[in-house]
């Protein structure tokens, strides 16, 4: 499940609207994306972003932060961009420092500027059915599962995370589509019994290797949320893809799968947000 095929045919009409923006509201969308902290995946995220954005015609600000600035300098910064009537896109990349309250953090960006869909109020939205955006991880990998004509109605779906990044929303939208869920956390006993009884699996533990052959039923599609770097310096996930390889029905590879996914996503989400600002 190569993100690449159904990327570039998204990527191009973002890009063709973005022209047409452009001559309607005088200035290109903008993202704007502040890294605390020094996470190796953020890192890489943040980056990707940036190159992502610039492709479709996109302007892109990153304001970076070291892991000991107080929250409320950081703070300080989203109301000012919360204010800025050319700032589109407001994204406070995840984890955050300890320090940074998360129940706080989360009303920190205007729900109209808020594409990674965090906002309790658009949470709430989406919950109900009347999203104004979607979650940007669980959204591109239902675009995924989409483009490769892989329906979860009617499916067991075993979502292995509870984040509010990805996995609590991804579960509400599989179930919006009429799988079944089963969500495996920190808690869960016999997590690896009842994966599989999946037919899909979605991984976003953050924990690089974690599920492995015995957790998959054959002919389960397995998507793979999660990105590290080994001691190789190579990019890997949350699953054990050359074990898995042999009896999944299909994978997503990291790097090359949901990541790209989630920035298309995200870009999408700024895209309506610059519409809803210059309407």
């Known amino acids: 499940m190569k993100a690449l095929p159904l990327l570039e045919n998204r990527r191009e009409t973002l890009k063709e609207k973005t022209e047409a923006l452009v001559q309607t509201l005088g200035r290109a969308p903008t993202l704007a ?19 992502a954005a ?28 919360n204010s800025n009537p050319e700032i589109d896109g407001i994204l406070i990349q995840r984890p955050l420092p300890k320090n940074f309250p998360e129940d706080e ?17 658009n949470i709430g939205l989406l919950v109900t059915g009347n999203p104004r955006f979607y979650p940007c991880t669980p959204a591109g ?13 009617g499916k067991v779906a075993c979502v292995i995370g509870r984040s509010n990044i990805v996995g609590k929303p991804l579960a509400s939208m599989l179930l919006a ?17 009842l994966c599989k009884l999946a037919d899909f ?42 074990s898995i390889q042999s009896i999944a029905g299909a994978i997503s ?10 920035i298309q ?6 895209f309506s947000a610059a519409v809803n600002q210059g309407s």
């Open 265 to 270: 996503v995200l870009l999408e989400n700024t």
């Open 177 to 193: 589509r009429n799988a079944s869920i089963i969500q495996i956390h920190r808690s869960t006993k016999n997590p690896e019994d």
């Open 54 to 81: 610039e492709k479709v015609g996109f302007n892109s600000e990153t304001f970076t932060f070291d892991s000991e600035t107080p929250p409320k300098k950081v703070f300080e910064l989203i109301q000012e961009l």
């Open 201 to 242: 699996v979605f991984v976003a533990a953050g924990s690089r290797n974690l599920v492995q052959k015995s957790w998959i039923k054959s002919g389960a599609v397995v998507v793979d949320v999660g990105i590290h770097r080994n001691e190789q310096g190579k990019i890997t996930g949350d699953v054990d893809a050359e």
């Open 105 to 121: 953090v989360m009303f920190w960006v205007l729900p109209e500027k808020d594409v990674d869909c965090l906002h309790p109020e």
């Open 33 to 51: 994306v502040i890294l605390v902290g020094s996470d190796s995946s953020s890192q890489i995220y943040v980056s990707n972003k940036a190159k």
């Open 253 to 262: 590879p990291v790097p090359g799968g949901v990541g790209p996914m989630t």
């Open 141 to 153: 990998i239902l675009l995924l599962l989409d483009f490769y004509h892989l329906p979860v109605d």
